[in-house]
């Protein structure tokens, strides 16, 4: 069963951190690019930050470009998504996804099913 697992939301307060997981099970994650997105309520799923399948090459959103750093163990087949400095409008569920190429929503082959990251004081 292809299925990729995210892990490590929670309740934070403003300015604090967090690393998410993404675990993928039944293929090999390292063969393909990975992003992280997010759903807040009432708004769209966006792309946050995307990484090759090498993790050689890597962009983010500007909404949190300079807190949020993306990696890859793909020994473990892994994606990781440390986020610092977290602000109240990080607060939505997080998905990871992977596909061929980094080319955003449309372009991702395998969805998980998200892990809610709540920012609140």
């Known amino acids: 069963q292809l299925q990729l697992v995210e892990s490590g939301g929670g309740l934070v307060q403003p300015g604090g951190s967090l690393r998410l997981s993404c675990v993928a099970s039944?293929?090999?994650?390292?063969?393909?690019?990975t992003g992280w997105f997010r759903q807040a309520p009432g708004k769209e799923r966006e792309e946050i930050s995307c990484i090759t399948s090498s993790g050689g090459h890597t962009h983010y959103s500007d909404s949190v470009k300079g807190r949020f750093t993306i990696s890859r163990d793909n020994a473990k087949n892994t994606v990781y998504l440390q986020m610092n400095s977290l602000k109240l409008e990080d607060t939505a569920v997080y998905y990871c996804?992977?596909?061929?190429?980094?080319?955003?929503?449309?372009?991702?082959?395998?969805w998980g099913k998200g892990t809610l990251v709540n920012v609140s004081s």
């Open positions: 039944g293929f090999t994650l390292g063969n393909y690019a």
């Open positions: 996804a992977a596909g061929v190429y980094c080319l955003g929503r449309a372009g991702m082959d395998y």
